[in-house]
DNA sequence: GTCTATAGCCGGATAGAC
DNA sequence: GTCTATCCGGCTATAGAC
């Protein structure tokens, strides 16, 4: 009936909505400079319009900097909440799950440090909507699998503790770097994932071999 | 012969100069805002004077920042540096460690924001005075620390998962809150502490009882 | 949907009196 | 050392032509 609505299938090949391109440049933006950092004109100067235009499309800048937030977090959920739904022993899908958060941890940056300003900047509103709609699926998923491992456990302790394992590396790189024993490969996915497994595993003790 | 020299004694019931009466309230602000979201009028208002006699102790907002920050971080540099020399067993001096630098983390709350807040904003120069000046005594400590508990282990590495389990408890308050089995115990020192003490022993097997 | 032009506000910073 | 008064630049946002 209607041909035109196959457009809505998205073609890569075809140029994506100027809102699409907005939204795509701000997340860059945001997670790199900050909100108050970013002004409208950096956003429209780096799309390529001017400013005016951007408010076509959306309000003001606060809901534009929403829009991106809900954008970079809902498009990871996704992919977060698939690591865990393979069947294997309990440690072999903490292995996995180490492994692939750590890769799409490290691939994205702008992910990490938006999650990082939001720690500091977020209102209660934005972080319980962070915690529901993006982490609370997985979060639960590695609670039990925590759980599984030591039913004895505290189970959001440990939970939290493999995540910070993994992030924390990440997230101290620029001062790691003026720190003894630095080496490039401290933040490279697969090394880091290797060293939180085996950490968590055995604990300090023939955690990592040179 | 200059009796007046007496005074350089700080006493702490004199009323501290204006000088250092800006710098504390410049920490808080800072730290719970942020350097763009802090004006120098919040500042000037905070302290009970007008913006322009705040030009008469700095220079301008970016001296201010940076005293602000020397100061914090050189507080702390001293308090942490003095956790490890004491002479015991390796594994006794890493559980004193734990807990006390989980002590210090949890009771200042600006200090930890502010290198948060560092670690997604601060240039290079800052970043290098930071690791020098304020981390690099005792993290080369540390390093030789867990070095000592195994000599096979990547030193680096294992300081960064060490302070990494202590931080990232404190820095992720605001989002846990939101998620699966929060409990006000998760923010408190010795409760993190013991966690992270009997993880880094045993790894997660049996690193709890509830 | 994008533009030019501009309103209106708030920020950092300075001059100069007291 | 602190004040009043003020400058000026950058910011978000709007009006209205095209």
Redesign the interface.
């Known amino acids: 009936m209607n041909a035109v609505k196959d457009n809505s299938v998205k073609d890569k090949s075809v140029k994506e909505s100027t809102r699409q391109t907005i939204i795509d440049i701000s997340i860059k933006l945001f997670a790199q ?2 909100y ?2 970013v002004s409208v004109r950096d956003i429209a100067a780096a799309v390529g319009i001017k400013p005016a235009s951007l408010y076509y499309h959306f309000d003001n800048k606060q809901t534009l900097y929403l829009a991106s937030i809900k954008e970079v977090f809902s498009s990871k959920a996704i992919a977060l909440t698939e690591i865990l739904q393979i069947q294997e022993p309990a440690e072999t899908k903490l292995k996995y799950y180490i492994y692939k958060f750590s890769e799409l941890a490290s691939e994205d940056e702008p992910f990490r ?1 938006l999650i ?7 209102d ?1 509103q934005r ?2 909507y ?3 709609k993006v ?2 699926d997985q ?2 998923a590695l ?1 039990l699998l ?1 759980l599984e ?2 039913p ?10 493999v ?3 993994i ?3 990440l ?2 790189t ?10 490039k490969q ?1 933040n490279q996915a697969e090394f880091i994932a290797q ?2 497994f085996n ?12």
């Open positions: 400079s900050g108050a950092n440090r990082q300003r939001e720690m500091l900047d977020g209660e972080m319980q962070l915690a529901e982490f609370q979060f639960n609670s925590v491992i030591d004895q456990c505290d189970p959001h302790l440990n939970a939290i503790s995540l910070s394992l992030l924390y590396h997230e101290t620029p001062i790691r770097y003026f720190l003894k024993g630095y080496k401290h060293h939180v950490l968590l595993m055995n604990g300090l003790l023939r955690s990592d071999t040179l």
